[in-house]
């Protein structure tokens, strides 16, 4: 497999902050392309081999606007136990409900775009359910949980220009803890 060549921005690059504007339809055929390197990106970084013969960091998740295209799309790659991998392209998400139970990735939350260690919860919904459309333009709803729900409400917030390092409070890192579930 080959490594695609792709410019993930760094947190300092102030395009992360812009607000992406909606997708329209049909895609373009570079818009579809960037679409599956991603995917195959993720995968790769996720893959042992590949993640030490390329010195990736491992990434389920991915923003345009993290490539420095702000249009209103993401794509999500999680491994099965299975080996294989379930692909998610989501095209101008709303998100139309959400529990009201609160969770937090309990290692903290991690970005391709922010290489460094961030202590500290980022609250995030513990199922959400999703408005989009798929790359021919065709609307369907999702919902999403536990883990899955944190990485689609992760990229969410990439789409209008938030870091998960926003949602940490600077002055307790560990602020409500004991109000959520840890995952």
Same mark, same amino acid.
């Given at each position: 497999?080959?490594?695609?060549?792709?410019?993930?921005? &760094?947190? %300092?690059? =102030?395009?992360?902050?812009? !607000?992406?504007? +909606?997708?329209?339809?049909?895609? $373009?055929?570079?818009?579809?392309?960037?679409?599956?390197?991603?995917?195959?990106?993720?995968?790769?970084?996720?893959?042992?081999?590949?993640?030490?013969?390329?010195?990736?960091?491992?990434?389920?998740?991915?923003?345009?606007?993290?490539?420095?295209?702000?249009?209103?799309?993401?794509?999500?790659?999680?491994?099965?136990? &299975?080996? %294989?991998? =379930?692909?998610?392209?989501? !095209?101008?998400? +709303?998100?139309?409900?959400?529990? $009201?139970?609160?969770?937090?990735?309990?290692?903290?939350?991690?970005?391709?775009?922010?290489?460094?260690?961030?202590?500290?919860?980022?609250?995030?919904?513990?199922?959400?359910?999703?408005?989009?459309?798929?790359?021919?333009?065709?609307?369907?709803?999702?919902?999403?949980?536990?883990?899955?729900?944190?990485?689609?409400?992760?990229?969410?917030?990439?789409?209008?220009?938030?870091?998960?390092?926003?949602?940490?409070?600077?002055?307790?890192?560990?602020?409500?803890?004991?109000?959520?579930?840890?995952?």
């Amino acid at each position: 497999m080959k490594l695609p060549n792709l410019k993930i921005l &760094d947190e %300092t690059d =102030k395009t992360l902050r812009q !607000i992406s504007k +909606e997708v329209t339809f049909p895609l $373009e055929k570079e818009e579809l392309k960037l679409i599956d390197d991603a995917l195959t990106y993720l995968e790769m970084s996720q893959i042992d081999e590949y993640n030490e013969k390329y010195n990736l960091r491992a990434g389920m998740g991915l923003s345009f606007i993290q490539l420095g295209i702000p249009k209103r799309i993401f794509v999500a790659s999680e491994e099965l136990e &299975d080996g %294989t991998f =379930k692909r998610h392209v989501i !095209i101008n998400p +709303e998100i139309v409900s959400k529990s $009201e139970e609160l969770i937090f990735v309990g290692e903290g939350e991690g970005c391709l775009s922010i290489a460094r260690p961030v202590d500290g919860i980022v609250p995030r919904h513990a199922r959400i359910t999703i408005k989009a459309y798929d790359i021919d333009g065709n609307p369907f709803n999702i919902r999403v949980r536990e883990d899955i729900s944190v990485l689609f409400q992760h990229e969410i917030d990439h789409l209008n220009g938030i870091l998960f390092i926003d949602h940490i409070d600077k002055d307790n890192p560990y602020k409500n803890e004991h109000l959520m579930r840890e995952i």
